[in-house]
């Protein structure tokens, strides 16, 4: 089951996922290392507002 990146809305697999972060007890999947570093920074925000889309 594919899960969404919180940051930027991408699919990742979550067993060949290489960025992970748990969060309240739960584990969030990004597809890069910039996108988990911005959920690491404001983890509130994405969960409130959403992926947003593909960062630049």
């Known amino acids: 089951m594919m899960e969404v990146d919180p ?14 972060h748990v969060y309240k007890g739960k584990i969030y ?3 890069s290392h910039h996108c988990q570093r ?3 920074r404001d983890p509130e925000y994405y969960l409130t507002h959403g992926p947003q889309g593909m960062l630049k």
């Not at 940051?7 to 992970?20: E, F, Q, S, T, W």
């Open 29 to 31: 999947y990004f597809c």
């Open 7 to 20: 940051v930027c809305g991408m699919r990742v697999d979550p067993g060949r996922a290489r960025h992970k």
């Open 38 to 40: 911005a959920f690491e």
